[in-house]
């Protein structure tokens, strides 16, 4: 399958010295997966303790999320968390009550994670730099929190997004508000409208993590 390629930028972002943080930054644009898995291998036992930290506290699930249930997203929706982590936002879908939800990431570490929080139904090894393995309209809704920042995954993800979501379904991403335009994820958006592919909702600059004073584009799309 095709790589899903993009520039390379080294990031002045505030990761409030964290190392794995500033080491995933210092990719800059779209990391190589390798190295990506290998940080994040070494960082997921202590990455929710280290990311809800005061110095970070990092609040992109839980807006995601209620971004998602403002949209109007039902209850029963089968969802894609792309970019799962360790599961923090399948914790929060499941407290609004979603429990028909399915996660991938590149790490299986980071995966691991995710088992323990029962968030899940599915979980599976998935790099997001390549085409997702699923058939298209396979989901109602989709969510991506934490994967559209520096050194991870470049803005042509979000036309496999949309192609695994179901026409009128939504999509809920975060990006970091720094590459939203500079990384090309605002025109790769726009590119989506043109196609009569989706229509975007909104694209508020809301706190990200907020003790590091890091903020985020949160990306609504609703599938044509």
């Known amino acids: 399958m095709a790589r899903l390629a993009t520039s390379r930028r080294p990031a002045t972002t505030n990761t409030s010295g964290h ?6 930054y210092k990719l800059g644009g779209q990391g190589d997966p390798k190295t990506v898995e290998s940080i994040y291998e070494q960082w997921a036992a ?7 930290a005061d110095t970070h506290g990092y609040v992109g699930p839980q807006t995601a999320v209620r971004t998602l249930v403002r949209a109007g997203l039902a209850r029963s929706s089968h969802i894609l968390d792309a970019g799962c982590g360790t599961g923090l936002v399948g914790v929060h879908l499941a407290r609004a009550g979603y429990t028909a939800v399915d996660g991938i ?3 299986p570490a980071m995966l691991k994670e995710a088992m323990k929080t029962g968030a899940y139904e599915a979980l599976s090894i998935v790099d997001l730099t390549r085409a997702i393995p699923v058939p298209d309209a396979a989901y109602d809704g989709l969510t991506c929190v934490g994967t559209l920042t520096h050194g991870h995954v470049g803005p042509r993800v979000l036309s496999e997004f949309v192609r695994v979501v179901k026409p009128n379904g939504l999509i809920v991403a975060t990006v970091l508000d720094d590459i939203w335009e500079d990384d090309g994820f605002e025109t790769e958006a ?11 909702l909104s694209t508020d600059v809301e706190p990200y ?4 004073g890091v903020n985020a584009v949160t990306l609504v799309m609703r599938c044509c």
């Open 209 to 212: 993590r907020p003790g590091a």
């Open 190 to 200: 726009q590119q989506l409208v043109k196609e009569h592919k989706v229509e975007i």
């Open 19 to 24: 190392p794995a943080l500033t080491a995933l």
């Open 46 to 52: 202590s990455y929710d303790s280290d990311i809800l």
């Open 105 to 107: 990431d590149l790490s």
